[in-house]
């Protein structure tokens, strides 16, 4: 079974930091454009730091300065370590990524993981 697995939300007090990390599992090739995304009740799911496909990185302008993402090919992992975080953080963190995995026939697939609660209190 292939899937993403996230891990290191948690509750944290404003200004703290937190690193989340996802690391997929399975018969996995390889692992392209990964990215993190966030969704707040009632609201869309929105877009945190992403690798485009040439590697570029894409940042949303709220944690521009503050989050950054990485990425281990060897481990077809991906981590968003946030820094000065805020109350306005507060949400589920979504990895995504397109995997190429070994019932795929070569071509990649859409995968989310399941979430992870990240807490910013003030």
């Known amino acids: 079974q292939v899937q993403l697995v996230e891990s290191g939300g948690g509750l944290v007090q404003a200004g703290g930091s937190l690193r989340l990390s996802c690391l997929a599992s399975g018969r996995i090739f390889s692992m392209h454009a990964p990215g993190w995304y966030r969704q707040v009740l009632g609201k869309q799911r929105e877009l945190v730091a992403r690798f485009s496909r040439a590697g570029d990185i894409e940042y949303a302008d709220s944690v521009v300065g503050r989050f950054t993402i990485s990425r281990d090919i060897a481990k077809n992992a991906v981590y968003l370590q946030m820094n000065n975080l805020k109350p306005e953080d507060t949400a589920v963190y979504y990895c995504?990524?397109?995997?190429?995995?070994?019932?795929?026939?070569?071509?990649?697939?859409?995968?989310w993981g399941q979430g992870t609660q990240v807490t910013v209190s003030s």
């Open positions: 995504r990524a397109d995997l190429v995995t070994a019932y795929g026939l070569g071509s990649p697939s859409e995968y």
